[in-house]
């Protein structure tokens, strides 16, 4: 395959999925930050939404991130079972986290992000927190006492990894009561995925 080249954007949780899921299958991808001057215009050009991540892959121009995980699932054969049924419940949880987990998060870090603390306002930062919390309880239960959501690292790993890799990064604590899912955390950083991918 040739070079693949990443649009990325080191603390979007969208861009860090994505580095995650090329790191977890063995891919070597060119970063380039998508808020050089230079660059914008040209992977702006490349995406209706104006949004990063946008892959590079010999000529395909991939945006979306859930359409880049789905593509390095596809030739890697990793990232996914391999049952097409077994598949269902990462995909759906990948899902979740980018629009139930990605927004309670967005208040606390939106809040917190480019202010002096004087300026954050407490209300906004407990609501999301509040939301986290609460959207955590799934994902507590789908996780269980496994080692992985699915059978193994897929979707959701790259997903959540990323956003509370942020949540840790802005305050937000995962609840004692959610044991599991701070374990799978520590595990999760743990991977050599980590360390080469986070902002
Ligand atoms: N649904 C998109 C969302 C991507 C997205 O919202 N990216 C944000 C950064 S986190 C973005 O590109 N914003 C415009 C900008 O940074 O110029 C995806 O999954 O790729």
Redesign the pocket.
Known sequence: MSLLKLYD?PE????WKVRLALHECGMAAERID?RSPVHRPLWQALTPR????VLLAGDHVI????VILEYLADISGRLLPANPADRIQPRQLNVYV?GVIGPALREVIFEKRDKPEAEWDPARIQAGTLAFEKALRYLSEQLGDRDFFADRYSFPECALTARFGLAEAYGVAIPDRFVNLQDWFARMKARPSYRATAP
């Open positions: 954007k979007c949780p969208f861009c998508s104006k949004t990063v991540p945006h979306e991130s859930n980018d």
